[in-house]
């Protein structure tokens, strides 16, 4: 049964601004799957925010901005970086004006289109984003390691069914509404 | 392989606002993993915000607000409570304000402190947080609807034993550090 896995976890109590504590007896078992989920990845970007913040004094929105623009070389309109960075929030304008000052981005003149601008990464943001890529690789490693290469392997799996069937309903409902 | 497991998903390419995007051949199976469940829970994320706001005109971190009120019927103080939010986000004195205003929250003076205000639910805000509450249990119990149990169960338990994992790297470090 679902619930007695789910009922393991009892003995470890998570802290009270976990997710997953709002979960209770009479919830159906779906609710108490998306509440660990979601418990489990607040649990990973706080670390993730933590050492952003100690040993680049930076934050995530921040680096989420960099990481859209070091995959797009040409740049991005701002538009377009506020629909790719819809979920974490922050003011992306507000981001790239201060990343600008600190020669991290440059506003260009897109040009196709001579009214909008297009945000890049500047050489020096470039070099920055490479050393904090890095070492954000390395905290995931290091908060991985250790659990069985096996179960990363089905955990894995099993996510990707999740996130396929999830597209698949929340597709439904748009072509299907109640 | 774990790799092997990860391109599966090739097939079907998220949008290009999918955390799991970033992800690219010569990254960690931990990194493209990490991405893999942070994609997954902004997926099914974005979908109750949606829908929050669709059908209660409101936004989550309200409705995160008045969830964790509805757990502690005696009111929580304003630090207690912002703590809890810490990860939503959001202005919790704004939030606050508003819900006050529209008379779902009520502010008390603390009976042991009387300089401190406790927040709590009015009746009419129990109300709607429970009508709320019920419809976002169906929401997530409509999304995951169809996904075997047999998968359900075996990721209940990997994510249980990710964060228990993830709890004791976390604490090693504190006592350890680098």
């Not at 050492?51 to 701002?78: H, I, N, V, Y």
């Not at 960075?85 to 260009?108: C, F, H, P, Q, S």
């Amino acid at each position: 049964m679902a619930s007695n896995a789910i009922r393991r976890s009892k003995p470890v109590e998570p802290p009270s601004s976990d997710s997953e504590t709002r979960a209770r007896d009479d919830h159906h078992d779906s609710l108490r799957l998306w509440l660990r989920l979601l418990s489990c990845s607040t649990l990973i970007e706080s670390h993730i925010r933590q050492r952003l913040q100690s040993e680049f004094a930076t934050t995530l929105p921040r680096f989420d901005l960099m990481a859209q623009l070091e995959r797009c070389p040409e740049g991005l309109k701002m538009g377009e970086l506020s629909r790719r960075l819809m979920v974490t929030g922050g003011n992306v304008t507000g981001i790239t004006d201060m990343l600008e000052k600190e020669g991290l981005v440059a506003r260009l003149i897109d040009s196709q289109d001579r009214r909008a601008f297009r945000v890049k990464l500047t050489p020096s943001g470039q070099r920055l984003f490479k050393r904090m890529a890095a070492e954000h690789e390395r905290w995931i490693i290091d908060l991985f390691e250790g659990l069985p290469s096996r179960g990363k392997q089905q955990l894995a799996g099993l996510l990707h069914d999740l996130k396929i069937h999830v597209r698949q309903q929340k597709r439904l409902r748009v072509e299907n509404p109640v």
